[in-house]
């Protein structure tokens, strides 16, 4: 039972990556989902959370405007679509969820996966 980010890698300032969030071993249909990051040498943070029919979704204000969440319940994925992405975006981005219809916070969350690494570099 866990979610899987992917989707991540080296991209110039400015550039695009849209990151997938598939799940394994439940069906995520249920739950609210959220994704977060961590950038070297700091803490892990909130970026962004849809809703469990992926009607609201909520963001931190560092990607407002630029990031945009959504869910496909039928193949059972959450994305992340990222766009004019800045050096200060570079991190391991991970999606999580607290099993419930509420957005997932860094206290809720039990188990964390690999991530995947977005470098944003010229």
């Known amino acids: 039972v866990q979610l899987q980010a992917s989707g991540g890698g080296l991209v110039q300032p400015g550039g695009s990556l849209r990151l997938s969030c598939a799940a394994s071993?439940?069906?995520?249909?249920?739950?609210?989902i959220g994704w977060f990051r961590q950038a070297p040498g700091k803490e892990r943070e909130g970026v962004s959370c849809?809703?469990?029919?992926?009607?609201?979704?909520v963001y931190a204000s560092s990607v407002k405007g630029r990031f945009t969440i959504s869910r496909d319940n039928a193949k059972n994925t959450v994305y992340l679509q990222m766009e004019s992405l800045k050096p200060e975006d570079t991190a391991v981005y991970y999606c999580?969820?607290?099993?419930?219809?509420?957005?997932?916070?860094?206290?809720?969350?039990?188990?964390w996966g690999q991530g995947t690494l977005v470098t944003v570099s010229s």
């Open positions: 071993g439940f069906t995520l249909h249920r739950f609210a």
């Open positions: 999580a969820t607290d099993y419930t219809r509420r957005c997932p916070t860094l206290d809720s969350v039990d188990y």
């Open positions: 849809v809703s469990v029919n992926g009607d609201s979704a």
